[in-house]
């Protein structure tokens, strides 16, 4: 069973798409579980899952959206807000990294309560691409 909750077994994969959805799918393949898993978001680039919690940059509104990882529903749509062009997501126990991409850092968060750690955690970054935070090293 899956540590993202009861309702997906592995494998599986979430898949932003520009016309402002999420969908679930089978990893292995390819078909959907639930191909509207989150709506109503504004040109997703990023996801990260930490828990049950699932994160989504909106690169058009500027904000970081927190859903249930299992249900797709909203915790909080506006997470995060005032970024500049949030490009990428990675998150490290409690903490949450958010890359933007206009201004060229990346900000840490709590990713509990959204309260900014530090919104220039990392600067001087030339176009952030996303990354994937990897606690093997």
């Known amino acids: 069973m899956s540590h993202f909750g009861k309702a997906f077994q592995f494998p599986f994969g979430f898949s932003p798409k520009p016309s402002g959805t999420i969908g679930v799918y089978n990893a292995t393949t390819g078909a959907a579980i639930n191909a509207s898993f989150v709506t109503g978001l504004s040109e997703p680039g990023a996801l990260a899952v930490s828990g049950n919690a699932l994160f ?28 500049n062009s949030p490009i990428a997501l990675a998150v490290s126990g409690n903490n949450l990294l958010v890359a933007n991409s206009e201004n060229g850092t990346a900000g840490e968060y709590d990713a509990s309560t959204g309260a900014t750690i530090n919104a220039n955690f990392i600067t001087g970054l030339t176009g952030p691409i996303p990354w994937r935070w990897d606690q093997r090293y």
């Open 56 to 83: 989504v940059a909106n690169f058009k509104t500027q904000t970081v959206g927190k859903y249930d990882a299992t249900t797709g529903a909203a915790i909080n749509a506006s997470f995060l807000t005032g970024l």
